[in-house]
T-cell receptor, first 113, second 109 residues
Framework: NAGVTQTPKFRVLKTGQSMTLLCAQDMNHEYMYWYRQDPGMGLRLIHYSVGEGTTAKGEVPDGYNVSRLKKQNFLLGLESAAPSQTSVYFC????????????FGPGTRLTVL | GQNIDQPTEMTATEGAIVQINCTYQTSGFNGLFWYQQHAGEAPTFLSYNVLDGLEEKGRFSSFLSRSKGYSYLLLKELQMKDSASYLCAVVDSNYQLIWGAGTKLIIKP
């Protein structure tokens, strides 16, 4: 089992370009999350999903969109990238208990010039 | 507002014991997680506390005091591979995780 995978691992964008980050899981988990991690700050929740076809905003949703068309995939889109979106992006999944452990993907390091 | 405080960085010696503290002020409390994150890697689960007291798991132990809004992670018999960041995260009233900024632990020979 691959667990939680993310593509791509690295990406450099120019301001105004768009891109999609893909998170895939084979753990059959309902809940999926997108976080960003910046130096000196805790992980911040961007968007999350509690099941196929559902999405919800987290703490820092502006500038991002998400889709969960299939249970195993959670996509994060940047429509018009800005330098402030330079960060490491982590996807995480968990089971249906609210206190289940979250399992993280390896991360995507994004630089916006 | 919600706030989780951890020391930014700590240094310890191989073979020694180190305690990493975490204090929190959150809207509700439904448990506290500790995660380990090696540089350039994803966070991985270490422990979960929801009741007061000490949970021991091998070389690692985690303590919780809900009345004080306080937890610590205790690492014994430190090894060089324990050099990593340690993240404290609280499950709030909406069952979302609120993360601390993490404590970078440096182990010296």
């Amino acid at each position: 089992n691959a667990g939680v995978t993310q593509t791509p691992k690295f990406r450099v964008l120019k301001t105004g370009q768009s891109m999609t980050l893909l998170c895939a899981q084979d753990m059959n988990h309902e809940y999926m999350y997108w976080y960003r991690q910046d130096p000196g700050m805790g992980l911040r929740l961007i968007h999350y999903s509690v099941g196929e076809g559902t999405t919800a905003k987290g703490e820092v949703p502006d500038g991002y969109n998400v889709s969960r068309l299939k249970k195993q995939n959670f996509l994060l889109g940047l429509e018009s990238a800005a330098p402030s979106q330079t960060s490491v992006y982590f996807c995480a999944t968990r089971g249906t208990s609210d206190t289940d452990t979250q399992y993280f993907g390896p991360g995507t390091r994004l630089t916006v010039l | 507002g919600q706030n989780i405080d951890q020391p930014t960085e700590m240094t310890a010696t191989e073979g020694a014991i180190v305690q990493i503290n975490c204090t929190y002020q959150t809207s509700g409390f439904n448990g506290l997680f500790w995660y380990q994150q090696h540089a350039g890697e994803a966070p991985t689960f270490l422990s979960y506390n929801v009741l007061d007291g000490l949970e021991e798991k091998g070389r690692f132990s985690s303590f919780l005091s809900r009345s004080k809004g306080y937890s610590y992670l205790l690492l014994k018999e430190l090894q060089m591979k324990d050099s990593a960041s340690y993240l404290c995260a609280v499950v709030d009233s909406n069952y979302q995780l609120i993360w601390g900024a993490g404590t970078k632990l440096i182990i010296k020979p």
